[in-house]
């Protein structure tokens, strides 16, 4: 018997005009309510997250556990996610939820995430160009997110860095560039239903 798909959609900016706002979420909405999947969206901004909203963090824990596949929208501002979700990752996915530290020898342990079972997505936006962000500043913004972040929730796994995708100088593309990105993002919704 095949398990069900539960898609939960997080998106992390503020703008409803943005690319990953208008373009990124709505067509992952688009994709799967095409295909008549089941899904929730936690809108960290419309929800206005914070830390002591403790009813609605436990609501987001309750929506992690229920979802199979989880995707994560959000612009890279200062070399991080947006505020709201680095909150999230912060407030929701917390030791004894998510993860917990198994003891190896001494001072040293080593995370072991709850959540391996979970499909993940994430798709980035950048304002800057590819070239500077993964030489220069050696991919950080990716980088810890999967190793850090990834590794300690959903466990280490090659595809979570494939299925981290970053969008380039998303401001200054062109409207054809960005459709072809939005593209990148319907095929990967089509793979996760299995179409």
């Known amino acids: 018997m ?11 900016h503020p703008d409803k005009k943005s690319f990953c706002y208008n373009g990124i979420f709505k067509t992952i909405v688009r994709q799967i309510k095409k295909y008549n999947s089941n899904y929730r969206i936690i809108d960290l901004y419309d929800d206005k ?3 002591d909203k403790k009813e609605l963090i436990e609501g987001y824990k309750k929506l992690v556990t229920w979802s199979t596949h989880i ?5 890279v ?3 991080r996610l947006t505020p709201k979700l680095e909150m999230f990752f912060d407030e929701v996915f917390t030791p004894g939820f998510a993860y917990k530290f198994v003891p190896i020898i001494g001072k040293y342990a080593y995370p072991k995430p709850f ?3 979970k499909k993940v997505r994430t798709y980035i936006t950048h304002g800057a160009p590819m070239l500077p962000v993964v030489t220069l500043y050696l991919n950080s913004v990716k980088l810890r997110l999967v190793m ?3 590794t300690f929730v959903f466990g280490w796994n090659l595809n979570r860095w494939t299925k981290t995708k970053q969008f380039w100088s998303v401001p200054f593309v062109s409207k054809e560039k960005r459709r072809k990105y939005l593209r990148v993002v319907k095929e990967d ?3 996760d239903l299995g179409l």
């Open 2 to 12: 095949k398990r069900e798909i539960k898609h939960l959609i997080i998106i992390g």
């Open 49 to 51: 997250l914070h830390r």
């Open 71 to 75: 995707y994560f929208v959000s612009p």
């Open 77 to 79: 501002w200062w070399f």
């Open 115 to 117: 959540f391996k079972n």
């Open 148 to 150: 850090g972040v990834y």
């Open 189 to 191: 919704i089509r793979k």
